[in-house]
Structures are given as C-alpha cells and as structure tokens.
C-alpha cells in the first residue's frame, strides 16, 4: 500500500490532484479544533451569519478579533463544543488525515457539567472514529490562560490520562515560558508529549527559550529560527521536530515572500519538519492544499514533500 500511495502522491503534486493528494495517509499534527473546520462548515452551523475571514489577517491580533466579532458568540454550550471538536475530526478523515493532533483548550472543561462529561464526551468522539483515523487528544492553552485556571482547568485534563500531548499557544511577545515551566514538567511525568508554539513570529531566542524552559519535543512552527546556527543545531542535537504551517505564516504576515519561505533552509539543514493547517476555518487550506501550495512555489520538488509526508505519520 505504501509504494501505491508514493506513486499516487506524486501523481497528485505534478498534476495538481487535490483529489489525488486526498486519497493518500497524511498527518497533521498542528491544528486547533476550535478553528479546525472550513469556514463554510461553521458558517451553515451558524445559519449563515458569520462573515468570511479576510485574505489577510494581522497576525495572532488579527485572529482574537475574528473570533471575537465573528464566531464566539456561537459557542455557548457542551454541543457546541461537540460539534467544533466532531467536525474538525471529519473535516480531517475527509482530506486523508490519518494522524491527527488537535489541541482541546483547557478552558472547553467550563462547557460541561463536570470534567468527567467533558473527558468522557471527547473520548467517545476519538473512539466513533478510531477505524479511520488515530485522533490523539491534545490539551492545549493560551499563553492569557490565568494562575488560576491553570491549576483548575489544565492540572484536571493533563491528570485525566486522556490527553496525549500539551501545546501552548497566544502572544508570542509575552515572554513568560517561565510561568508554564512546572506545568510542562507535570505533564512530562504523566507521559504527555510536549509542544508549544514559538518561533512564529518572533526570531531564534524565542524558540531556545521554549526549548530550554519547557523541555519541548515538538516545536508548533519554529520558522524563526532558519538564520540561526546554534538554535537549530540545538533543534537537531535534541531531535526535535517543526511543525510548520505554510498558508497560515503568509496569511497572518509572519512571511512575507513565500518564495523565500524558511520551510526550505530548515528542511536543508536536516532538521525533521512536518507540514500541517493549524487553522482550516481562517486559512482554508487542508494538509493536501498545503503540500500542493509548496510544490507549487518549487519549495520542494515531490520526492522530498513525499518524504515530509511519510516522516509526518511516524
Ligand atoms: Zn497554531
């Protein structure tokens, strides 16, 4: 089956066969379920009142302001959770993902009547689709997340055995990884793998903060740190991986010429990248799109995007 999928794969790059790229396992291991449909999903969930997210948004400013002037307001029950969580999942299996990594924000808890419904109802999501695709629970949190909730709401989901792995997201300019430190070495010692975004907009120092305060496995795009030597010597000495997400980088201004996109220098360097959506509602671009925008661009040519691929599902 592997040697097929290659082969339909490359077709699908050198064609431009979305439907091709789609029939072949990928992964995305970047991705946030509150924002994980297409817009169009939401938009028919939400009886059409949502407006479309713009071609260009301001960076991680730009997206509190969409949420909160545009989809929010929507969400104000278990269901509603329910459904963001569920439709992230088919949106996933529909594009081929057969590995998906999907941060729940801890905050989701206060939509339940109790931490055993949430965890429960999340559980049964993962378990109706288990037969066609491995949906690995992810807890995630806003760098804005309180002391307060951290120790109510992240301490129950990282205990509950539930989750996977932990991913901390937000302002990349509030410079306080320190403030997470010993909940990371929590959720170490439970077992959960750790990521955590940094490099995304800011440069180099940012990502050797995360790496050296936190201990991450996983770096949620990285991409600030290609002009630096010595921090990805650090990424590659300690196997570290990058999951990159291309249209989001352009759409929210973190690159500004995608011909000179970093996904190539890092890739080149030799360290271990992985190509994803991080948010399909804002970004409209599936893993497959994605992998066809950077052959498109002549990043990659269909061998080494192929290789992306198949190390992305390990
Ligand atoms: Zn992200």
């Given at each position: 089956?592997?040697?097929?999928?290659?082969?339909?794969?490359?077709?699908?790059?050198?064609?431009?066969?979305?439907?091709?790229?789609?029939?072949?396992?990928?992964?995305?291991?970047?991705?946030?379920?509150?924002?994980?449909?297409?817009?169009?999903?939401?938009?028919?969930?939400?009886?059409?009142?949502?407006?479309?997210?713009?071609?260009?948004?301001?960076?991680?400013?730009?997206?509190?302001?969409?949420?909160?002037?545009?989809?929010?307001?929507?969400?104000s029950?278990?269901?509603?959770?329910?459904?963001?969580?569920?439709?992230?999942?088919?949106?996933?299996?529909?594009?081929?993902?057969?590995?998906?990594?999907?941060?729940?924000?801890?905050?989701?808890?206060?939509?339940?009547?109790?931490?055993?419904?949430?965890?429960?109802?999340?559980?049964n999501?993962?378990?109706k689709?288990?037969?066609?695709i491995?949906?690995?629970?992810?807890?995630?949190m806003?760098?804005?997340?309180?002391?307060?909730?951290?120790?109510?709401?992240?301490?129950?989901?990282?205990?509950?055995?539930?989750?996977?792995?932990?991913?901390?997201?937000?302002?990349?300019?509030?410079?306080?990884?320190?403030?997470?430190?010993?909940y990371?070495?929590?959720?170490?010692?439970?077992?959960?793998?750790?990521?955590?975004?940094?490099?995304?907009?800011?440069?180099?120092?940012?990502?050797?903060?995360?790496?050296?305060?936190?201990?991450?496995?996983?770096?949620?795009?990285?991409?600030?740190?290609?002009?630096?030597?010595?921090?990805?010597?650090?990424?590659?000495?300690?196997?570290?991986?990058?999951?990159?997400?291309?249209?989001?980088?352009?759409?929210?201004?973190?690159?500004?010429?995608?011909?000179?996109?970093?996904?190539?220098?890092?890739?080149?360097?030799?360290?271990?990248?992985?190509?994803?959506?991080?948010?399909?509602?804002?970004?409209?671009?599936?893993?497959?799109?994605?992998?066809?925008?950077?052959?498109?661009?002549?990043?990659?040519?269909?061998?080494?995007?192929?290789?992306?691929?198949?190390?992305?599902?390990?």
């Amino acid at each position: 089956m592997n040697k097929i999928e290659d082969t339909i794969f490359k077709e699908g790059l050198r064609e431009g066969n979305l439907l091709k790229l789609r029939k072949v396992s990928k992964a995305d291991v970047h991705n946030h379920c509150g924002l994980g449909m297409r817009f169009s999903t939401f938009n028919k969930w939400a009886g059409g009142y949502v407006s479309e997210p713009p071609k260009k948004i301001d960076g991680i400013i730009g997206i509190d302001n969409y949420i909160f002037n545009e989809t929010i307001k929507f969400i104000s029950k278990e269901e509603d959770i329910v459904f963001l969580i569920e439709e992230t999942v088919k949106e996933a299996i529909e594009d081929g993902v057969k590995v998906l990594e999907s941060s729940i924000d801890c905050h989701n808890l206060m939509y339940f009547a109790n931490n055993d419904k949430f965890f429960n109802t999340i559980l049964n999501i993962r378990d109706k689709y288990n037969k066609s695709i491995d949906f690995r629970l992810e807890v995630g949190m806003s760098k804005s997340i309180s002391n307060k909730d951290l120790n109510e709401m992240l301490i129950p989901c990282i205990d509950s055995g539930v989750f996977e792995s932990i991913d901390l997201y937000g302002d990349e300019t509030r410079d306080d990884f320190e403030r997470f430190k010993e909940y990371y070495k929590h959720a170490k010692s439970k077992g959960l793998k750790l990521k955590a975004h940094a490099g995304e907009f800011q440069g180099a120092e940012n990502v050797k903060k995360a790496i050296e305060t936190l201990e991450i496995d996983e770096i949620q795009h990285g991409i600030g740190v290609s002009s630096n030597e010595y921090v990805m010597d650090l990424i590659k000495e300690r196997n570290i991986r990058l999951n990159i997400c291309p249209s989001s980088n352009y759409i929210l201004g973190a690159v500004k010429n995608m011909n000179s996109y970093p996904a190539r220098n890092l890739f080149d360097k030799g360290l271990r990248i992985t190509i994803n959506t991080d948010d399909l509602l804002l970004f409209n671009s599936g893993v497959s799109e994605e992998y066809l925008y950077l052959y498109k661009l002549g990043l990659f040519n269909e061998d080494e995007l192929n290789e992306i691929r198949k190390f992305s599902l390990e």
